[in-house]
């Protein structure tokens, strides 16, 4: 009989990828592909540690690239949704990709191919959100800072966008949940760990770590958001459906609702 | 800056900025490349939604609320008691900043009450957009409404800084503007349409042979119409909607369902309900015009010069036009499967894909995502199964609304009185 080997990662996508190039290179027939912080062991099969190797994941992100676009992108997407278990729908994805001769590899009908598509989307989506209701504090290093506790870990797909837009000012965007977060320091994107003691969603307590011109200016935000409403046009369904109410407690302008 | 002050004026002057609806951020495509502050994607970004469901994206104010003109729909007009003010231009500029460096925005729409003269106004809603590209290096958004009237030069200046210009006619017919602006005239909103569409026709083509050819409104020009302030059909709003994006090759025309803000005689009286379904059905015509092939003579004429409330134009079209089908979704071309009620633009483009490997039946789309409650009476497949029968117009009309809730059922019954 096959023994079959739980393959265990560090949990990063790199690490991931390199576990999947040891399955396909080694020909393991692989059990289960784990983080390192939450494997179990399987009864019936053995599990062996995998190194990341930058240079093998590329292989296989290229691997993956060159058979379709689309594919590479759902596949990190529905990686960054931490599902439980989606390491190996991902490696049956992959898989199946690998083994099509012709890189368009859609065939939604298959119920893997559907379920990453969906997840894909889903950490999509939470993407284009986090893009719009990151709302930075000004403190007074200087520094514009925002919490964020996205339900899908996003910092990695909105870092180009910010570093685009806030080319000449130093940010901070911290995960909460995550507990780390990607700081710019006007030359680069560089992943930050911190353990932060005091988290700023919109109290309306000040605190000093901001500048006093800071809450001004939320203020004025929050008032004119306020001015915008037109009353014999209120929809409070349609209003909670585009700004869901878990994201309230970060957002300036909802200051009095939370 | 003085913050108390600054907090009163932007509390009346966005009051009196929000009726304007035409405050999409998208369309532009201004890249940071100058190591400065902002972009503008394409796509646009809607950053929070107002209590009624809108897309804030852009800081939307007027410069001031003063105004020589008497327009009766406008709560700025100079006979209305209301609070006034005025942004000094360096205000609007850091107000924008801020507000976009703590990722509240997309950038910024500036409109204005009219004060001493067109040109006058006209020369600071400029002034405020050269400083914030010239000055602040600023790469967001833009949107200035003209004043009508401006003159050319200026209109011309405006281009260079604004990614989208607009100038809101507001009243769709002449004979309207006469009574409800009287101060104003329609040249003076053709004008300076006329100006921005030329310029944009030429810095297009220079830009084909200079690569360096600074932009000019890239979002190109937009303007607004007022629906249900002067008593106008669904066929006089279309059919100068049709003009203006015609002959002034308007990227967006917007309807605004008028919102009663003063009492005056010439108008409906304030607690009107504001026509929001009306609103919706001329944004699914503009629709039907812009992508799906249909010219505005089929949809409305002479005998039907007003749309259907209780069914979408596009339905309402094909119940006078039963003789089209039903169509073959395996054998029709694109133009006729796009007049499929029930079946959208993008599922077009599914069936066209889909039917090249099989014969598609009832079950391939409904997966595809058609709204089989409506298609199903215009359409036939691979099934033996065909839904219309001999059914006339009513009869398929009323199977349709007896089965569908549309967004706007509920508010049917009461929206009915206004439109009879
Ligand atoms: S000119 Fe403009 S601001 Fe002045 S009253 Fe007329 S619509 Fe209002």
């Known amino acids: 009989m096959n023994t079959s080997t739980t393959l265990v990662y560090d949990g990063s996508f790199n690490g991931f990828l390199t576990a999947v190039f040891v399955a396909f290179d080694e020909k393991i027939n692989v059990a289960d592909i784990q983080k390192n912080n939450q494997t179990q062991s399987g009864l019936f099969s053995d599990s062996e540690t995998v190194f990341t190797h930058v240079e093998k994941a590329k292989r296989v992100w290229n691997g993956i690239r060159n058979k379709s676009n689309n594919a590479i992108s759902s596949v990190y997407f529905a990686f960054l949704s931490e599902t439980e278990g989606v390491e190996m729908m991902l490696y049956s994805y992959i898989q199946k990709l690998m083994r099509t001769k012709n890189g368009k590899y859609l065939d939604y009908s298959d119920p893997t191919v559907l379920h990453i598509a969906q997840l894909a989307k889903k950490v999509g989506r939470e993407k284009h959100r986090m893009e719009a209701f990151v709302r930075f504090q000004l403190t007074k290093d200087d520094i514009y800072f925002a919490n964020i506790e996205p339900d899908f870990d996003v910092l990695p797909l909105i870092s180009k966008h910010f570093r685009d837009r806030y080319a000449d000012q130093k940010w901070l965007i911290y995960d909460v949940k995550r507990k780390y977060g990607i700081y710019y320091n006007l030359d680069h994107v560089e992943m930050v760990s911190l353990n932060l003691k005091d988290i700023h969603h919109n109290k309306t307590i000040k605190s000093d770590a901001f500048t006093t011109e800071e809450y001004e200016y939320q203020t004025l935000w929050n008032n004119y958001f306020k001015s915008t409403n037109i009353a014999s046009r209120i929809n409070p369904k349609l209003h909670t459906q585009h700004v869901p109410k878990r994201y309230w407690k970060y957002l300036s302008e909802k200051k009095e609702a939370v | ?420």
Not at chain 2, 178 to 190: G, I, N, S, V, W
């Open chain 2, 1 to 420: 800056m003085n913050f108390d002050r600054i907090r009163d004026k932007l509390n009346i002057l966005a009051d009196a900025a929000k009726y304007d609806v035409s405050c999409a951020s998208s369309g532009s495509n201004r890249t940071n490349s100058n190591k400065g502050l902002g972009n503008a994607s394409k796509m646009g970004i809607c950053h929070t939604y107002t209590a009624d469901g809108r897309c804030v994206s852009l800081l939307k104010i007027l410069l001031t609320n003063h105004c020589i003109f008497d327009c009766a729909y406008c709560v700025t007009r100079k006979s209305n008691d209301v609070p006034r003010a005025a942004f000094k231009v360096q205000e609007v500029v850091d107000l924008t900043i801020n507000f976009y460096r703590r990722n509240y925005i997309e950038g910024l729409f500036l409109s204005s009450g009219i004060f001493k003269s067109a040109d006058h106004t006209m020369e600071r809603l400029v002034a405020v957009a050269k400083k914030l590209r010239e000055e602040e290096n600023f790469n967001g958004y833009i949107h200035l409404k003209s004043i009508p009237g401006a003159s050319d030069e200026l209109m011309y200046e405006a281009g260079l800084y604004a990614d989208r210009l607009s100038v809101n006619i507001e009243v769709p017919t002449i004979s309207g503007l006469k009574l409800l602006a009287p101060d104003k005239k329609h040249e003076d909103f053709t004008k300076p349409m006329e100006k921005v569409k030329n310029e944009i026709v030429r810095y297009k083509s220079e830009r084909k042979i200079i690569k360096s050819t600074p932009k000019y409104a890239p979002a190109g020009q937009s303007t607004q119409m007022i629906v249900g302030a002067s008593g106008e059909s669904d066929k006089d709003i279309m059919y100068s909607a049709t003009y203006y994006y015609k002959k002034y090759h308007m990227k967006r025309v917007y309807y605004s369902g008028y919102v009663p803000v003063t009492q005056d005689s010439r108008l409906p009286s304030i607690g009107s309900e504001v026509p929001m379904l009306r609103e919706n059905r001329l944004y699914q015509t503009d629709w039907l015009l812009r992508f799906y092939g249909f010219s505005i003579g089929e949809i409305l004429n002479k005998q039907h010069p007003n749309l259907d409330m209780d069914v979408d134009p596009k339905l309402s079209w094909a119940l006078r036009n039963l003789h089209y089908f039903p169509v073959d979704v395996n054998t029709a071309d694109k133009r006729l499967l796009a007049r499929i009620p029930g079946i959208g633009m993008q599922s077009v483009s599914k069936i066209i894909k889909a039917r090249k490997f099989r014969k598609l039946n009832w079950d391939h789309l409904k997966k595809i995502g058609v709204a089989l409650n409506r298609a199903q009476y215009f359409m036939v497949c691979e099934s033996r199964d065909w839904e219309r029968r001999d059914l006339d117009a009513d009869k398929i009309k009323g199977m349709i609304l007896k089965n569908s809730k549309g967004k706007f059922r509920n508010q049917y019954s009461t929206q009915l009185s206004l439109f009879n």
